[in-house]
């Protein structure tokens, strides 16, 4: 059989248009070097990783893989400058922005050599990412975990909507965990698929054995969508979660919301185990996932489950 390839294929110079989002306690080197080896394009999610830590996760990396790997940048990071030199001097292939203006800083990475995806939750945003130069354009829908729009368009609809407005190609993200999703995403006009909930369900991923195993047990509707006054953040529920609702609806302003998030949430809940009362991100797309996997096993079910429900499409 001929080697597949489409635009993000080509982009990225990987096997398989599926990518690994770079999800912050989840996305270390040994997962990114999986990924990459398994034929899709591997992401170290530098948001929960200080400058010298980056710098270490992708120096392994690439002790653990010839294949092409990313970064993923949220741009209102603190450390953000520190991790953009790191970039540069580690000669990091890919880029993935987030969080922020691509503008900023999309024309000193393309300058050195390194391919730019941004991540957008609307056909105008996805817009103005091209107009910044980037090479390609993650589009989010509503069910992804994690911090969300606030449109909540759900992927079904982002897709062909973001699809419409660009030239560049269109990697879909939010609810894809398997090959008939992926398909579908495809139909919808996306020529990729930015997988993550799945992903941090594997050995792999560097989160708590003890999230791993709330992910397979949860059901739908066992995900919410708060803080909107802050950041929209996609949480499993919890005790955490619950008293963020209340405090919501008891009309708790930023400030007070701020106090009852507090510091390191995230890292308590999905790197140290401590599920209610840690921030717990993960997408809509949980209840179907039933068992914890190895990456490349992931990777290459989505891929051959696609490839079968595209030829089952084409004999009707």
């Not at 790997?69 to 953009?84: A, M, S």
């Not at 059901?219 to 996609?234: F, I």
């Amino acid at each position: 059989m001929a080697a597949f390839q489409n635009p993000v294929t080509r982009l990225f110079g990987i096997e398989y248009p599926i990518i690994q989002a770079g999800m912050i306690w989840a996305s270390g080197w040994r997962l990114a070097s999986a990924v990459s080896n398994a034929g899709g394009l591997g992401i170290l999610g530098a948001g929960s990783m200080y400058p010298n830590v980056l710098r270490e996760h992708i120096q392994k990396c690439k002790a653990a893989t010839n294949k092409p790997f990313g970064v993923n940048v949220p741009l209102l990071y603190p450390d953000l400058d520190q991790h953009i030199q790191i970039i540069l001097e580690e000669k990091v292939p890919v880029v993935f922005t987030s969080a922020g203006n691509p503008k900023t800083w999309t024309p000193l990475l393309k300058e050195n050599g390194i391919k730019v995806v941004h991540v957008v939750s609307s056909s105008r945003f996805a817009l103005k990412s091209q107009e910044a130069g980037v090479d390609a354009v993650v589009a989010e829908g509503f069910e992804a975990g994690g911090h969300n729009g606030r449109e909540e368009t759900t992927t079904m609809v982002l897709i062909p909507a973001v699809a419409d407005m660009v030239r560049i190609p269109v990697i879909a993200a939010g609810g894809i965990s398997t090959g008939r999703a992926m398909a579908a995403a495809f139909a919808l006009g996306a020529s990729g698929v930015q997988v993550g909930s799945r992903f941090v369900a594997t050995p792999e991923a560097s989160s708590h054995e003890a999230f791993k195993q709330a992910i397979v047990q949860a059901g739908e509707g066992d995900t919410m969508l708060s803080l909107k006054q802050l950041t929209p953040v996609r949480l499993l529920k919890n005790a955490f979660s619950d008293a963020v609702k209340k405090a919501e609806a008891e009309g708790a302003d930023i400030q007070s919301l701020r106090e009852l998030l507090g510091r390191g949430r995230a890292k308590k809940g999905m790197f140290e185990g401590q599920l209610e009362e840690g921030e717990l991100e993960i997408g809509q797309v949980s209840a179907l996932i039933h068992q914890i996997q190895p990456a490349a096993d992931v990777l290459h079910e989505i891929w051959n489950e696609f490839r079968t429900t595209c030829a089952q499409l084409g004999s009707l």
